[in-house]
């Protein structure tokens, strides 16, 4: 958070009164009260004015060239990859309307923005742009700015923007790190309503944080790297330590969540692990590999859970450690460990995928927008243990000429192709693959060998090639979307991936991803009931997306079922109780059944359901209102 804190309508009124009076001194005569304004915002605006900015001039400019946005977008491709899942959860998060999300490059440039459409019309949404510049020095006091110049989150409202041009917006900022203390970029919420949001704030904080752990663990893949908290089931959570070690176990990379935890030890890079913890991390290594966790101590006496990440380093770490007689090397145990697939189907579908991976086979991967299709195709790349990166492309994302852009047109740019040679490409609805793409791409597929745009030379690629669509190749072909001589060979692994509401392992899914949150949470049945009934067309998309609302409005312990909101007003609500049996011998002995087999199937309520042939609401029905505990079910 900001170094101030905001709350209560006094509070408030005395804030605006000394902004008030700093905004006429400023305008005025070029000076200020300093106690007039939070100290962020105080400093800020002396260094606008150290940058010579007129608080009554109206920005002009500050935008890229294309080209200029094209090398900076190119150069933060990673960034923009795994912040673009973040942007869109988070714009569904935000409730009401006049709002953006944006996110910026460490030197200030917007990469990508969501703009909602009363604020697109806007100034504010006509000036926040791709290739729009954000800095102090730029645009004086605005929270991207003051976030790139802190390297702390940052909340600016209304008039407390230098420039009186921006004073009709609030915008709330927070950075993403490396891992080695630099800033990697910045995650921004602007709204038209200069009403203080406290709330989106911690939403933006939270995005900003998955952002960075995933860029932390995919720029590391080559490396060990271990997750820790203090309790164990937070290991799948956006609060965990990440650390990354060097091949002599020296901490090379750590997230916030980690300084926080290790607090006290001074600078942690290049610090060697057993100086941080009390035992040589060669001594966990083999255990750590086959998936297992481990509680360990630091050196202030403070216990931590901790496990690897299965990445390619564990991979190659946990073949040299075993015989191989053959070049194909087993999956580590834990390759599963951090996703939900109790769904048999699933499951039964998944334990293939290893085996296809690493013999090199082409992996199509079909399934509804938000059922995991990204989340598969990067369980693939580690099966596969290959060298090389996990490239994804996304042929809608791509700007130009996109047949440049996969196959390259020189040294200086070789193309998508050419960065996961040795690796896996992705592409994220080949069906949106211009017919000059595909049909290059049957030559990569069948011999593995390319020409860039312009160049006759014939390029060797040999890289594992993993595609998926939302709707069967079959139908792609129909619809004149997909060749139909690609099509036949993209079909030598074919994986479709359930919606939502076709998975058995829902109750799974719903306690996994609560445990996700900051706050340890319950749910109870009858608001379990409520999702449950649900058709979820946007899939875990749109299920986290209600949780984390649900979260927010949460007061107490457990999420009830006036918790959930987001969801048609026509669903059916589940009773907390079934006063319906009471009174009923038959009714309440059915009862009684159904709650003692929900006992000893742990929780699971799917199980119950199929065993007596029942659906899910059927049992919620019976079930009295009591919370679910995190981790009690495995449905």
Same mark, same amino acid.
């Given at each position: 958070?900001?170094?101030?804190?905001?709350g209560?309508?006094e509070a408030m009124?005395?804030t605006?009164?000394?902004?008030?009076?700093?905004?006429r001194?400023?305008?005025?005569?070029?000076r200020?009260?300093?106690?007039?304004?939070?100290?962020?915002?105080?400093?800020?605006?002396?260094?606008?004015?150290?940058?010579?900015?007129?608080?009554?001039a109206r920005?002009?400019?500050?935008?890229?060239?294309?080209?200029?946005?094209?090398?900076?977008r190119?150069?933060?491709?990673?960034?923009?990859?795994?912040?673009?899942?973040?942007?869109e959860?988070?714009?569904d998060q935000?409730?009401?309307?006049?709002f953006m999300?944006?996110?910026?490059?460490?030197?200030?440039?917007?990469?990508?923005?969501?703009?909602?459409?009363?604020?697109?019309?806007?100034?504010?949404?006509?000036?926040?742009?791709?290739?729009?510049?954000?800095?102090e020095?730029?645009?004086?006091t605005?929270?991207?700015?003051l976030?790139?110049a802190?390297?702390?989150?940052?909340?600016?409202?209304?008039?407390?923007?230098?420039?009186?041009?921006?004073?009709?917006?609030?915008?709330?900022?927070?950075?993403?790190?490396?891992g080695?203390?630099?800033?990697?970029?910045?995650?921004d919420?602007?709204?038209?309503?200069?009403?203080?949001q406290?709330?989106?704030?911690a939403?933006?904080?939270m995005?900003?944080?998955?952002?960075?752990?995933?860029?932390?663990r995919?720029?590391?893949?080559?490396?060990?790297?271990?997750?820790?908290?203090?309790?164990?089931?937070y290991?799948?959570?956006l609060?965990?330590?990440m650390?990354?070690?060097?091949?002599?176990?020296?901490?090379?990379?750590?997230?916030?969540?980690?300084?926080?935890?290790?607090?006290g030890?001074?600078?942690?890079?290049g610090?060697d692990?057993?100086?941080?913890?009390?035992?040589?991390?060669?001594?966990l290594?083999?255990?750590?590999?086959?998936?297992?966790?481990?509680?360990?101590?630091?050196r202030m006496?403070?216990?931590v859970?901790?496990r690897?990440?299965?990445?390619?380093?564990?991979?190659a770490?946990?073949?040299?450690?075993?015989?191989?007689?053959?070049?194909?090397?087993a999956?580590s145990?834990?390759?599963?460990?951090?996703?939900?697939?109790?769904?048999?189907?699933?499951r039964?579908?998944l334990?293939?995928l290893?085996?296809?991976?690493q013999r090199?086979?082409?992996?199509?991967?079909?399934g509804?927008?938000g059922?995991?299709?990204?989340?598969?195709?990067?369980?693939?790349?580690?099966a596969?243990?290959?060298s090389?990166?996990?490239?994804?492309?996304?042929?809608?994302?791509l700007?130009g000429?996109?047949?440049?852009?996969?196959?390259?047109?020189?040294d200086?740019?070789?193309?998508l192709?050419?960065?996961?040679?040795?690796?896996?490409?992705y592409?994220?609805?080949?069906?949106a693959?211009p017919?000059?793409?595909?049909?290059?791409?049957?030559?990569?597929?069948?011999?593995?060998?390319?020409?860039?745009?312009g160049?006759?030379?014939?390029? $060797?690629?040999? #890289?594992?090639?993993v595609?998926? !669509?939302?709707? %069967?190749?079959? &139908?792609a072909? *129909? /619809?004149?979307?997909?060749?139909?001589?690609?099509?036949?060979?993209?079909e030598?692994?074919?994986?479709?991936?359930?919606?939502?509401r076709?998975?058995?392992?829902?109750?799974?899914?719903?306690?996994?991803?609560l445990?996700?949150?900051?706050?340890r949470?319950?749910?109870?049945?009858?608001a379990?009931?409520r999702?449950?009934?649900?058709?979820?067309?946007?899939?875990?998309?749109?299920?986290?997306?209600?949780?984390?609302?649900a979260?927010a409005r949460c007061?107490?312990?457990?999420?009830?079922?006036d918790?959930?909101?987001?969801?048609?007003?026509?669903r059916?609500?589940?009773?907390?109780?079934c006063?319906?049996?009471?009174?009923?011998?038959?009714?309440?002995?059915?009862?009684?059944?159904?709650r003692?087999?929900?006992?000893t199937?742990?929780?699971?309520i $799917?199980?119950? #359901?199929r065993?007596l042939?029942v !659906?899910r609401? %059927?049992?919620? &029905?019976?079930? *009295? /209102?009591?919370?679910?505990?995190?981790g009690?079910?495995?449905?």
């Open positions: 958070m900001t170094a101030r804190t905001w209560g309508a009124d005395h605006h009164s000394g902004l008030s009076r700093a905004r001194a400023l305008e005025g005569s070029g200020f009260p300093g106690g007039a304004l939070p100290g962020d915002i105080s400093d800020s605006w002396t260094r606008s004015l150290s940058h010579g900015i007129d608080p009554l920005p002009e400019g500050f935008v890229q060239t294309a080209r200029a946005l094209a090398d900076v190119s150069q933060h491709a990673d960034l923009i990859r795994f912040a673009r899942p973040e942007l959860v988070l714009y935000i409730a009401g309307s006049n999300i944006a996110l910026g490059a460490p030197d200030g440039v917007v990469l990508d923005t969501l703009t909602d459409t009363q604020f697109g019309d806007s100034d504010a949404g006509r000036a926040v742009i791709p290739g729009s510049v954000w800095t020095e730029a645009r004086g605005n929270a991207l700015g976030c790139i802190t390297g702390r989150p940052a909340q600016v409202y209304g008039g407390e923007h230098f420039l009186r041009a921006h004073q009709d917006v609030s915008c709330i900022s927070a950075p993403i790190f490396d080695r203390g630099k800033l990697a970029g910045v995650l919420a602007s709204s038209g309503s200069t009403v203080r406290q709330h989106t704030a939403l933006v904080q995005s900003a944080s998955n952002i960075e752990n995933s860029l932390i995919s720029g590391h893949d080559r490396r060990i790297v271990v997750v820790f908290h203090p309790r164990p089931e290991l799948s959570t609060s965990v330590g650390l990354v070690l060097d091949d002599d176990f020296r901490i090379h990379a750590v997230n916030r969540k980690g300084l926080h935890f290790l607090t030890f001074g600078s942690l890079i610090t692990f057993a100086q941080v913890f009390d035992t040589d991390f060669a001594t290594i083999r255990r750590l590999l086959t998936g297992e966790t481990l509680r360990v101590r630091d006496g403070s216990a859970s901790m690897c990440v299965a990445n390619r380093a564990t991979f770490m946990a073949g040299r450690g075993a015989t191989v007689h053959s070049s194909v090397v999956p145990p834990n390759l599963f460990r951090d996703i939900v697939i109790e769904d048999p189907s699933l039964r579908a334990a293939t290893p085996a296809a991976a090199g086979a082409v992996i199509t991967i079909i509804e927008t059922t995991g299709k990204e989340v598969t195709a990067r369980l693939a790349h580690a596969a243990a290959r090389g990166d996990f490239v994804a492309v996304d042929p809608r994302s700007s000429d996109v047949e440049a852009s996969i196959f390259g047109q020189s200086a740019e070789p193309g192709l050419a960065r996961a040679d040795r690796g896996t490409l592409f994220d609805e080949v069906t693959l017919p000059v793409v595909q049909a290059a791409l049957i030559r990569v597929l069948d011999v593995g060998e390319y020409r860039r745009v160049e006759s030379q014939v390029r $060797s690629i040999d #890289a594992l090639i595609v998926s !669509s939302s709707r %069967t190749l079959e &139908k072909v *129909e /619809e004149g979307k997909l060749r139909a001589d690609l099509r036949f060979r993209l030598g692994y074919l994986l479709i991936l359930p919606p939502l076709e998975r058995s392992d829902f109750t799974a899914l719903v306690l996994r991803l445990a996700t949150q900051d706050r949470l319950q749910i109870t049945p009858s379990l009931g999702l449950a009934a649900h058709d979820w067309p946007g899939n875990i998309h749109e299920l986290r997306g209600v949780l984390e609302r979260e007061l107490g312990e457990s999420i009830g079922i918790d959930i909101d987001g969801l048609p007003d026509s059916p609500l589940l009773a907390p109780v006063p319906a049996c009471e009174g009923s011998v038959w009714k309440e002995q059915q009862c009684r059944s159904i003692s087999l929900v006992n199937h742990g929780g699971s $799917s199980k119950v #359901a065993q042939g !659906s609401t %059927t049992v919620y &029905k019976h079930l *009295e /209102e009591r919370p679910f505990l995190l009690s079910s495995r449905g």
